[in-house]
């Protein structure tokens, strides 16, 4: 079975300052792996994915997460944290091959940016 | 292109009501799930289709039900609401095969008193 962990529930970062979203995942086979923004009362928005390849991937907004294998974790990562970047991200996987593009999401982080 | 619509956006049943939220997308997209948020468990699916005529159970699929009949509605049944069924709702679509992304739409409030 697949699975996700998103081990912190809030992170907080000053406005420019770096910031860091954990995942690690757990699947039996090669994961494909998934960010996903959410911004109050609206529906998911993709940032990134990862199928294979180069283990550092560029998105959405600045946005950047690295896969490591060794670890199991896909960290979501930017260098420079904006005001506008505060919302709920998910991390997401597929075992490969999975049945039916069946996604499992972990529990979320909420992002706040300090001005 | 409207994307994924999803309607009522709010909804408020008693215990025992029926009541359907209907999903429609104008992609052409094979795929359509329905997922519930709640909160510190983040999403779970519920039921999904891969093509009209096919549906299949997701990790929580009780006291709900679905049907594909065409490529673009997957409308999500609540047979007998009850309170656990309090969530918000979302419906999501993709479409060809691999690592495709899915499509949100803005989610449906439902609460159950």
């Known amino acids: 079975a697949q699975s996700v962990a998103q081990p912190e529930d809030q992170v907080n970062v000053a406005e420019g300052n770096p910031l860091t979203v954990k995942c690690t995942y757990s699947?039996?086979?090669?994961?494909?792996l998934f960010w996903y923004v959410q911004y109050p009362n609206r529906g998911l928005q993709f940032l990134l994915k990862?199928?294979?390849?180069?283990?550092l991937v560029k998105g959405s907004y600045g946005f950047e997460a690295e896969f490591n294998k060794s670890q199991t974790s896909f960290h979501l990562k930017k260098p420079s944290a904006l005001v506008s970047d505060s919302a709920l991200y998910f991390c997401?996987?597929?075992?490969?091959?999975?049945?039916?593009?069946?996604?499992?999401f972990g529990s979320g982080t909420q992002l706040t940016v300090l001005p | 292109n409207a994307g994924v619509t999803q309607t009522p956006k709010f909804q408020v049943l008693k215990t025992g009501q029926s009541m359907t939220l209907q999903c429609a997308q104008d992609?052409?997209?094979?795929?359509m799930s329905w997922y519930r948020q709640d909160p510190g468990m983040g999403l779970r699916l519920i039921h999904y289709?891969?093509?009209?005529?096919?549906?299949d159970q997701g990790e929580v699929p009780n006291g709900y039900n679905v049907s594909r009949s065409t490529t673009e509605d997957f409308p999500l049944r609540l047979l007998s609401a009850a309170p656990s069924q309090t969530s918000v709702y979302f419906c999501?679509?993709?479409?060809?095969?691999?690592?495709?992304?899915?499509?949100f739409g803005a989610g449906s409030r439902l609460t159950v008193l």
């Open positions: 999501a679509s993709s479409g060809g095969t691999g690592a495709n992304v899915l499509t």
């Open positions: 699947v039996s086979g090669n994961p494909y």
């Open positions: 990862y199928i294979t390849g180069d283990n």
């Open positions: 997401a996987v597929r075992d490969t091959p999975g049945s039916a593009r069946q996604l499992t």
């Open positions: 992609m052409n997209h094979e795929y």
């Open positions: 289709s891969v093509g009209a005529g096919i549906t």
